[in-house]
């Protein structure tokens, strides 16, 4: 019996190791066994955006483009900025020992604003500006009123604003700079019977985003004494001091969203156009 279990024994050996050789041989000669098979599923993230899908992202706001058409011999460009993280219009709001000033931020103003562009025809470059922050067109002024075939856009700079806030000390008879090309100064001081008026003269500077703009630094007295002010005026700032002595210097508070210019050419396609 034992003689037996172990030939039965040897000859399993046998076939099993046969078995694997063959199946070494077998692949050593190209061939493997088939796997099992298996489904895998790839998923595409559908396109995202936030005003159109053929936005074009300018820091914190997207511009979208849409039209082109002609008017008066020019080529217009109509677009729309829309701040990624809008500020609503309202007051500065500022602790209870500052007179606080309207900020007079406009509801349709963006945080950014498109300034150069270049019209790409069959025919060559035409280039057109834009003619303010608030505006929402580009001009291109075309040779003999007629638009050539239009194969692409370029916008050459835009320009962003960088809020920023600082104090400000003001001495009589002194021009302090506030920023650049803004200066703000004494020009007046009018005594009256139980208070006196104070003018601040504010100076801005000229260029595309600057004249009688909203951004324009926006000031704030401190100071014991003070009791009213009528903030922005045709040339500044007035204030009124009650009849205690006028300090000398005046502090300010400057607020404000600066400016910033970036030459920095985004390429548009025609089809953006095509689709405004």
């Given at each position: ?9 040897a ?62 011999g ?80 370029r916008l ?10 600082y ?35 504010l ?74």
């Amino acid at each position: 019996m034992t003689l037996r279990r172990m030939a039965l024994v040897a000859t399993g050996l046998a076939v099993g190791v046969g078995a694997a050789l063959a199946a070494l041989f077998a692949f050593a000669d190209g061939e493997s066994p088939v796997a099992a098979e298996t489904t895998t599923t790839s998923t595409v993230a559908p396109p995202v955006w936030w005003e159109s899908p053929a936005e074009i992202q300018l820091g914190p706001a997207v511009l979208v483009i849409q039209g082109l058409t002609v008017e008066d011999g020019d080529a217009v460009l109509s677009f729309a900025i829309h701040d990624l993280s809008p500020v609503p219009p309202g007051r500065l709001r500022d602790p209870d020992d500052l007179i606080d000033v309207l900020l007079q931020r406009l509801a349709d103003e963006a945080a950014v604003a498109p300034e150069l562009w270049t019209l790409i025809t069959a025919e060559g470059e035409i280039p057109g500006t834009t003619s303010g922050p608030r505006a929402r067109t580009a001009r291109f002024p075309l040779p003999g009123g007629v638009l050539p075939e239009v194969v692409g856009l370029r916008l050459d700079r835009y320009w962003m604003r960088v809020p920023y806030s600082y104090p400000v000390a003001l001495p009589s008879g002194a021009v302090v700079p506030l920023d650049q090309g803004y200066s703000v100064a004494i020009s007046r001081v009018i005594e009256q019977t139980d208070s006196r008026i104070v003018q601040v003269d504010l100076v801005t500077p000229g260029g595309f985003a600057t004249p009688a703009d909203p951004g324009a630094p926006m000031l704030a007295v401190t100071g014991e004494g003070w009791s009213f002010t009528s903030g922005r005026t045709s040339t500044g700032l007035q204030l009124v001091h009650d009849a205690t002595p006028l300090p000398d210097p005046i502090y300010l508070l400057a607020r404000s969203a600066y400016w910033v210019p970036f030459d920095r050419p985004i390429e548009i396609g025609a089809e953006v156009l095509a689709n405004g």
